[in-house]
């Protein structure tokens, strides 16, 4: 069984600023996918960024990007020029064969001005 | 396009009712996920439909269960409601089975009282 872990509950970064958020995941699959999504206020799951291992190179969509460490089955999320928009909670998460999505317990992320 | 729908957005019963969520996925999604999220943790996996088989369940009693229709919506069941089943319930459509992205809806919050 797949294991995700996310050991910040809550982070805080000023606008403009950039922050990393961490996520380790434990598995003996060779082949799958990594998510980060986004969950604000309002309930609904947002997509930010995926990461399929197969490829070698760090997913980047903006201003989102990850840091994907395989050996160490890490995988981190680096959001640059924060902004108040980005104020929700992110889950990591993770795709196997199974194709069912394996959640970790979230980072609250609060921006401030 | 429409995004994943559900309904209803908000739900309140009484312990020993039984509930019907409903799900739509996206135009052209043939794969239906469920997942019950209690307040301040992180989704769990409860059903994965694809082409209108149950291809996944996760640890959940038999009191839960789903369908997925023809036209690839679905209805997530659950009898004799326990307090413990409050929670946000969130569907999930994805356009194959297997390690993929997933696109959620804004999910259905339950209240059993």
């Known amino acids: 069984a797949q294991t995700v872990t996310q050991s910040q509950p809550e982070m805080s970064v000023q606008e403009a600023e950039t922050v990393t958020l961490s996520c380790t995941y434990d598995?003996?699959?060779?082949?799958?996918?990594l998510f980060w999504y986004k969950q604000p206020p309002s309930r609904q799951m947002i997509l930010v960024i995926r990461q399929e291992t197969y490829k070698q190179q760090n997913a980047t969509e903006n201003r989102f990007s990850v840091n994907f460490q395989k050996a160490a089955k890490s995988f981190s999320l680096k959001i640059s020029d924060s902004q108040l928009g980005d104020t929700a909670m992110y889950f990591c998460?993770?795709?196997?064969?199974?194709?069912?999505?394996?959640f970790g317990t979230g980072t609250r992320l609060q921006v401030t001005l | 396009d429409a995004g994943v729908t559900q309904s209803p957005t908000h739900l309140i019963k009484t312990r020993g009712q039984q509930v019907t969520l409903r799900c739509s996925p996206i135009s052209g999604h043939k794969s239906v996920s469920w997942y019950q999220q209690v307040l301040g943790q992180g989704p769990q996996f409860i059903f994965q439909?694809?082409?209108?088989?149950?291809?996944g369940r996760g640890n959940f009693p038999d009191r839960f269960s789903a369908r997925q229709f023809p036209n690839y919506s679905s209805e997530l069941n659950v009898n004799a409601l326990l307090l413990g089943d409050s929670a946000l319930y969130l569907c999930?459509?994805?356009?194959?089975?297997?390690?993929?992205?997933?696109?959620f809806g804004q999910g259905t919050r339950l209240t059993v009282v």
């Open positions: 439909y694809y082409e209108k088989e149950e291809r």
């Open positions: 598995t003996s699959e060779n082949n799958y996918y």
């Open positions: 999930a459509s994805s356009w194959i089975q297997g390690p993929t992205e997933a696109f």
């Open positions: 998460a993770f795709s196997g064969t199974a194709s069912k999505l394996t």
